[in-house]
């Protein structure tokens, strides 16, 4: 077993009751509490696989933001938009 060290420090007082419902929740001392979040801080995470970043940038466009599905133009509004890619579209005003 490693050696035992006390460290004192000073935190916020709402800080020290999030990790002290931490530790009652993990059924651990406060002290266990701390160790095991300081010791997971210092781990590297595991990269993510080509099938997991894949799946993701399906998910999201090149601006980060989730895409729209939008409906596609019923033929109403397809045969009004030819129109007026057309210029057929004659306009409110009489002359």
């Known amino acids: 077993m490693s050696e035992i060290s006390t460290l004192t420090i000073k935190i916020p007082l709402e800080l020290k009751e999030k990790i002290k419902a931490a530790a009652l929740e993990n059924d651990h001392s406060l ?3 701390v160790c095991k979040r300081l010791e997971s801080s210092f781990q590297v995470p595991d990269k993510p696989s080509k099938k997991q ?3 993701h940038h399906d998910e999201i ?3 980060h933001t989730e895409e ?3 409906q596609p133009l019923s033929q109403k509004e397809l045969k009004k938009l030819r129109l007026l ?3 057929g579209v ?3 005003k009489k002359k």
């Open 90 to 92: 004659k306009s409110g």
């Open 68 to 70: 729209e599905n939008e």
């Open 31 to 33: 002290s266990a509490e």
């Open 53 to 55: 970043v894949a799946l």
């Open 85 to 87: 890619l057309k210029g």
């Open 61 to 63: 466009d090149s601006q």
